[in-house]
């Protein structure tokens, strides 16, 4: 089982990235996905997440309003578009499929975190 996020880049303060997250394995359209990131030195954090379906969605309060997760499950693959994007969302950014059916925001609640992608946003 593989998730690959992709999509990661350079950008400056302000300016939008689109993320990708294709997976190898695994059907996606059967899960739920997150978004989860690394900010250099620090912690992994839950940043968003998608149902199944794609009828329910999360977000972390820091990304709220300027992040949108999607999916299309005929691709296989689930997106994070990133919009006014801040010094502060530089990161490494994952998107593993939530295995559990407990708490959204719980990154224990996610396996299977597959190779991250680098989002870098300067000032």
């Known amino acids: 089982v593989q998730l690959q996020a992709s999509g990661g880049g350079l950008v400056q303060a302000g300016g939008s990235l689109t993320l990708s997250c294709a997976a190898s394995?695994?059907?996606?359209?059967?899960?739920?996905v997150g978004w989860s990131r690394q900010p250099p030195g620090k912690e992994r954090e839950f940043v968003a997440a998608?149902?199944?379906?794609?009828?329910?969605?999360y977000y972390a309060e820091s990304v709220q309003g300027r992040f949108t997760i999607s999916r299309d499950n005929a691709k296989n693959t689930v997106y994070l578009q990133m919009n006014d994007l801040k010094p502060e969302d530089t990161a490494v950014y994952y998107c593993?499929?939530?295995?559990?059916?407990?708490?959204?925001?719980?990154?224990?609640?996610?396996?299977?975190w597959g190779q991250g992608t680098q989002v870098t946003v300067s000032s």
């Open positions: 394995g695994l059907m996606v359209s059967s899960y739920s």
């Open positions: 998608i149902g199944w379906s794609g009828g329910s969605t």
């Open positions: 593993p499929p939530k295995f559990y059916s407990g708490n959204w925001f719980r990154l224990s609640e996610y396996a299977y």
